[in-house]
């Protein structure tokens, strides 16, 4: 069985407008690891702040979740992610 892989093209080279949005999300990091690191103490709200911003750049990039070693048709989310044209990039397949 074949798996169909569907990639979206990657640019590595940031558009003005991506260039911009890579910022707000940098500034936006860092404020918070400073807020944390200035207080040795770290509340809620910026922990799921934290979080939040990780996903929007995981958007942003499309970033992949590896596949399994041994089940290709389900994701291991505890690795590190990787970029859409990886091999081991995993997609999710609709089955019908």
């Known amino acids: ?15 003005e407008d991506k260039a911009l949005e890579m910022l707000e999300l940098y500034n936006a990091l860092d404020s918070m690891l400073d807020e944390a ?6 509340d809620l709200s910026t922990l799921r702040d934290l979080r939040d911003q990780t996903w929007r750049m995981k958007e942003t990039f499309s970033f992949k979740p590896q596949k399994h070693e041994e089940y290709e048709d389900r994701p291991c989310h505890w ?5 859409p044209n990886d091999d081991r990039a ?4 609709a089955k019908h």
């Not at 995993?90 to 397949?93: K, P, S």
């Open 90 to 93: 995993w997609y999710y397949n």
């Open 1 to 15: 069985m074949t798996k169909k892989k569907t990639q979206e093209p990657v640019t590595y080279l940031l558009q």
């Open 79 to 83: 690795k590190p992610c990787v970029l």
């Open 37 to 42: 690191a200035e207080t040795f103490d770290i």
